[in-house]
């Protein structure tokens, strides 16, 4: 197992669209110059090729664009291709020329650099879309970008990774909303069908009042190794981008945003504050940042909890899935790696043999029907903003990461003022930059230490 290899390669026997690409290398340099030019905002008609511009393409912004593909209600091309890292972007292209044909129209429009996401965007009109796939900590600043040039916004989760990037979405969302730019983000299984009718069906009273939600995400992801010598440190934390807070916001909150967000959606509310412990196993030889255990609490405005069990060490018990406590009886909300299994039982016990009702295997992939829905929006001119409420999902795993990492209990309100920044030079980065964080004497990150750590 490659020491750079992010937590999804290391677990190549799931089958999901972040596994569609897997490659490693050192970084790439240079880029080539377009000139940047304003467009107004406009729908594409259902004639008009939706040009795709992808801004990261690893094995997540490489899947999406076969998403993109599979569910287009009209024709849609990929135009232009971003990355900071040459040899990622030349796969990315090979597999997806292989697999799509002309429908991948890049020639010349291929870009590498730390500024190379200006250039795939201006090569879009109004009505494409900007794919940003890349890593949370360029996010904000990249959908600024697009916003300020009319383009329609596709973008990964995690969206920021401290609560200064958090509100730059928000405002970013905002303006595109003034100039009718469509955003869609990351959060899939806001678009199950399944999920969608379980949330339908407890508000007409079928599981009663909602005591509690818990979700668990315990899966093996194997620790960093040592950096090679021949690779520079600043792109060594950007290409292992899980392992480091100030890249992706750190593992927590870059993989369990979706539980997270899930039971916001079944809350129908943002939390008050969260709690939580984590810390990890004595012989540990991770030299990254992460915990390999979280459990955070979060509390609602009314009250009741929603809870995340988190667990990345090997050889243990695996859980991944969401489930609902009502008065009446509890339901399944979410199966592993995302599934639309969503089930109510007779009671409270969570068995195969307890269940009262079950949705049916769903046709669309939750990322099929996230890109369905965002194509339909684009084509017939449907409001289309999620902007705002991925950002503030983004929030509440911020505040369950720092209870955690603290040892304090986090409110909202402490994160929606917090000025903290884990990069507050992001803006600026080029490959001469010193990353933000350096590794000691042996090797290691700085890794959180409750009661000392401080990121809000």
Known sequence: ???????????????????????SGAAGAGALALMARAVPAVHASESHTIRLAL?????RGS??????????????????????????????????SEMFGKQVNVEGRCFIGFDAYKHAID???????AMLTGYAAFRPTQLEYAVSKGVNVFMEKSFACDPVGVRRVI??????QEKNVKIAAGLQCRH????????????????????????????????LGPKPADVPELFWQIRNF????????????????????????????????????????????DRSQNLDSYFAEWTFPDGTQGIDVVRYVPNCYNHF???????????????????????IFKDQRIDEDNILWEAPKEKLTPWQAEWADFFDSIRNDKPHNEAERAALANLAAIIGRAAVHSGQVVTWEEAMASQFQFCPNIDQMTAETPPPIQPDERGFYPVPVPGQWKEI
């Open 1 to 23: 197992m490659s020491a750079s290899a992010t937590p999804r390669e290391e677990k190549s026997r799931q089958s999901t669209r972040r596994h569609f690409l897997m490659t």
């Open 55 to 59: 801004i990261g393409c690893g094995g």
């Open 63 to 96: 899947g999406a664009v076969k998403d993109a593909f599979s569910v287009a209600n009209g024709p849609v091309e990929l135009y232009a291709m971003a990355d900071l890292f040459e040899n990622r972007l030349a796969s990315s292209r090979k597999v997806l």
């Open 123 to 129: 090569c879009l009109r109004p009505g494409d879309v």
């Open 171 to 176: 405002a970013a969302g905002k303006k595109a």
């Open 192 to 223: 199950s069908v399944n999920r969608h009718e379980l949330i339908r069906r407890i508000k007409d009273g079928e599981l009663g009042d909602i005591i509690s939600v818990r979700a668990y995400r315990m899966e093996a992801v194997g620790p």
């Open 242 to 285: 899980f392992r480091f807070f100030w890249v992706s916001g750190g593992l927590f909150s870059e993989m369990d945003i979706h539980q997270i967000d899930e039971i916001c959606w079944i809350k129908e509310s943002w939390p008050v504050r969260a709690h939580g412990v984590g810390g990890r196993a004595v012989n540990s030889t």
């Open 321 to 343: 899935a969401t489930y609902i406590h009502g008065s009446k009886r509890a339901a399944q909300f979410s199966g592993p790696v995302h599934a639309g299994i969503v089930r």
